[in-house]
């Protein structure tokens, strides 16, 4: 599964302008609204009264961050029979990939580029998997092109095996053809042995010898065997940078260079030099195999959230909004539970898994507890920017009726697809989902993907002047995009709600450090931390850890540290149970 911001996720991909009034809701201690027919909510994210935790104040593992990592972290622990407890500071779970409603208008705040939602077995998608455990399926509307906007012109461009030789004919080199032809039959045979070890099969002890090596060994085996001698020693580049491989091939049109590295920052949030070639070739093998698709899920990403959410209370998992996790208590180097900023301790037997970016994580901890060496690794680690985001409702009567959901406006090339304000990404989730909007309306996101300097907006009062003039300034790149893909019928003043997300509003809404995406770490260069620290029985997922950004990657993450926590007995069960 991919998405535009990671990973997701991502996922990439995460924040909106909610300095407007909103309603805001009582605390729940297991949520209840997740209705289909309503799959969204209503409110604020901010925490602006500290009540006391309702329910039993101790669990088995105690997860803080309903983000995507940690539900799917906490609905296996709950199929595992652990009593576990979601702690999540605002009043609707997700995280970055939660859903807010007004006005009518479900906007999703993050996630927009999904697929694999449908897979089941070994190949399938981390999420899928998870998904699967739980006994939960998100309804998909399927799709299989978008709108792109480039310096040499525009089409709707589709996934599939042929279908983007007619564009590059238009658009690129005489040898464009060619040599896009050549890096798929160079890759497109590598992808199984790139899924031939399912994401929920790792985890983060020996056991995995039990749990992935061995069972999947002759799948491995096998896969290397029909690649030939050529194909098995191109799979030794699967944990290199993806740039290798395209080097490698002597691919040199400017255009498929590009095109490759646009692909692989809306997967990673890098180009193709920063990202593995792992995850590019799954990419590949999922967009450019016959008969594959997009898919949307119904309802927008809120229902993703909501099954999952139904998944973990399906198996006793209990889920409390509005509990803010002020400190991480830690004693005789082990990590005992939490403290709420009510004052209240929720107590962890065994086990507190923390959802939050590394940056967040260590800020919940006394600073002694730390070594020096880990804290310094956390403070070097180069950051992702940040967003801006515009999220729109407005009339749809002046709209084209085959308006397409996605659109990516790439403004000049030779700057790169992760210079600020050169990329805009825009979806329209009500062309397939029209129940997001009024009837007769539709909704939009659009945003600059992991690309805001929050150097910018560091410090500024967000009542002033001057960060209404900047918020009005570095959004016009993004007004601009949605004008060009919307067409004539469309005008900004007549837009019933206009919304401008800063990385302001992601520091605020999200508490991520610096508004960032996540951990800037390039492939062949440094890898993302594992899973444990050096506080015993505390663990972390989500975007800071291997495998990294991304919905995909953050749910394979939160399966990494489910299954390490159990087992190899329950984890070789669990994978029995969905067959793989």
Request: proline content about 7%.
């Amino acid at each position: 599964m991919t998405q535009f911001s990671l990973f997701p996720n991502p996922s990439h991909f995460l924040s909106f302008n909610s300095e407007s009034p909103a309603t805001l809701r009582t605390p729940v201690f297991a949520r209840t609204s997740s209705n289909p027919q309503n799959p969204s909510s209503n409110g604020s994210l901010l925490v602006k009264d500290h009540k006391p935790f309702p329910g039993k104040s101790e669990a088995d593992v105690v997860v803080i961050g309903s983000g995507i990592g940690g539900l799917c972290c906490a609905g296996l622990l709950a199929r595992y029979q652990q009593d576990v407890l979601v702690l999540e500071s605002h009043d609707v779970p997700g995280g970055a990939a939660h859903s807010f409603e007004i006005k009518g208008y479900k906007f999703d705040s993050g996630p927009s580029l999904f697929s694999g939602f449908q897979s089941r077995g070994p190949q399938a998608n981390p999420l899928a998997q998870v998904l699967d455990a739980l006994g939960e399926s998100v309804p998909c509307v399927n799709y299989d092109s978008w709108m792109v906007y480039v310096p040499e012109g525009e089409f709707l461009s589709r996934i599939g095996p042929t279908e983007f030789y007619k564009d590059l004919e238009r658009y690129a080199g005489p040898n464009a053809t060619q040599e896009w032809k050549k890096l798929l039959d160079a890759i497109l045979p590598l992808s199984s042995a790139a899924m031939a070890l399912p994401p929920l099969s790792i985890r983060g002890d020996f056991g995995v010898l039990s749990t992935a090596a061995a069972r999947y060994a002759p799948s491995l085996l096998k896969s290397f065997l029909q690649m030939g001698p050529q194909g098995a020693l191109g799979a030794t580049k699967l944990l290199r940078p993806f740039s290798e491989i395209v080097d490698s091939l002597e691919l040199k049109d400017p255009f498929i260079r590009n095109w490759v590295d646009l692909l692989a920052f809306l997967l990673a949030g890098v180009k193709s030099n920063g990202i593995l070639s792992a995850e590019m070739i799954y990419m590949f093998a999922e967009w450019y195999k016959p008969g594959c698709s997009l898919e949307y899920p119904l309802h927008g990403t809120g229902a993703v959230v909501d099954a999952l959410v139904r998944g973990l209370q399906k198996f006793g998992g209990r889920l409390s909004l509005r509990s803010h996790v002020e400190e991480i208590v830690v004693e005789n180097n082990r990590a005992t539970g939490v403290k709420l900023r009510s004052g209240q301790f929720i107590r962890a037997k065994k086990a507190v898994i923390s959802n939050a970016s590394m940056w967040d994580t260590s800020n919940l901890l006394p600073k002694e507890v730390l070594p020096k060496s880990y804290l310094d690794k956390i403070n070097t680690t180069p950051q992702c920017e940040s967003f801006m985001h515009l999220h729109l409702g407005f009339d749809a009567e002046c709209i084209q009726k085959d308006l397409g959901i996605h659109h990516i406006v790439v403004n000049d090339w030779s700057r790169g697809v992760d210079a600020d304000q050169n990329v805009v990404l825009i979806s329209v989730p009500s062309v397939l989902s029209p129940d997001l909007a009024p009837p007769g309306k539709h909704l939009l996101h659009a945003y600059t993907p992991g690309t805001e300097p929050f150097e910018l907006w560091e410090g500024l009062d967000r009542g002033s002047s001057e960060y209404k003039q900047l918020k009005a300034e570095r959004s016009e790149v993004m007004w601009r995009a949605v004008e060009r893909a919307l067409g004539p019928g469309f005008s900004r003043e007549k837009c019933e709600v206009k919304l401008v997300g800063t990385p302001l509003t992601h520091k605020r809404f999200l508490r991520r450090n610096r508004g960032t995406y996540g951990p800037a770490i390039e492939a062949g260069k440094n890898t993302f931390p594992g899973h444990s620290t050096p506080i015993s029985q505390l663990y972390c997922c989500g975007d800071s850890t291997f495998p990294g950004i991304g919905v995909p990657a953050v749910a394979a993450s939160g399966a990494i540290v489910a299954n390490s926590l159990v087992s190899v007995s329950q984890h070789s069960q669990l994978l029995d149970a969905i067959g793989i």
